[in-house]
């Protein structure tokens, strides 16, 4: 069965950086791209971009471009996310998702990883 | 800046019907924004209910329409059970990525 499963929890100090990572499982990694979605405390969700893991392309929504980026390693079926400059209000669940081939939405979801920024 | 627009919450009767909506801040949604509906509880990942504007996901109940209604995306349920009380999100695929609108609280009472 697809599963999507990330990493834990993190706490970082503002300023800093995290990576997330994604493993992916039950599906042939490199047929499906790989989305970022993020979710703030008591807010909605909020799209950060995806990363194509056959050919690592990626393309970042407009308000991330610049701190975050998005990388594959296919050898493990490993998507990352990578935010630089933490601020308080990257305080937030971060989820990958698989996109499905058709339709432009998203079929299966990651359990979701905390970031805590906070000094 | 194009903003994805839900009403902020909703209540529905035990077996009433409700529907809500997904509309943009200017234009229309139609199906050519391929809108999708994800259904979230408190501490959970969203669950994917509705994708290319009307079909339902695998093991989604048929209590669970969507469609596109006037200038909007609609998502209908139809008998609200308890346990459909749940924060909905809608998504649009906007060519350049996807917008999310920012999500109606369903009370089921």
């Known amino acids: 069965q697809v599963q999507l499963v990330q990493s834990g929890a993190e706490v970082e100090k503002p300023g800093a950086s995290v990576k997330v990572s994604c493993k992916a499982s039950g599906y042939t990694f490199t047929g499906y791209y790989v989305h970022w979605v993020r979710q703030a405390p008591g807010q909605g969700l909020e799209w950060m971009g995806w990363v194509n893991p056959n050919s690592g392309g990626t393309s970042y929504a407009q308000k991330f471009q610049g701190r975050v980026t998005m990388t594959r390693d296919t050898s493990i079926s490993t998507a990352y996310i990578e935010l630089t400059r933490l601020r308080s209000d990257d305080t937030a669940v971060y989820y990958c998702?698989?996109?499905?081939?058709?339709?432009?939405?998203?079929?299966?979801w990651g359990q979701g990883t905390l970031v805590t920024v906070s000094s | 800046q194009t903003v994805v627009t839900q009403e902020p919450s909703f209540s529905v009767s035990p077996g009433g019907t409700v529907t809500l909506t997904c509309g943009l801040n200017s234009g229309s949604v139609s199906t050519s924004y391929y809108p999708s509906w994800y259904q979230q509880t408190p501490g959970q990942a969203p669950r994917t209910l509705i994708c290319g504007t009307n079909t339902r996901s695998s093991g989604v109940p048929d209590r669970f329409s969507g469609s596109i209604l006037g200038n909007k995306a609609a998502l209908t349920i139809t008998g609200a059970q308890a346990d459909d009380e749940s924060d909905y999100y809608c998504a649009l695929y906007m060519g350049s990525g996807i917008v999310f609108g920012g999500g109606t609280k369903l009370t089921v009472l």
């Open positions: 998702a698989r996109e499905s081939n058709s339709w432009y939405y998203f079929d299966y």
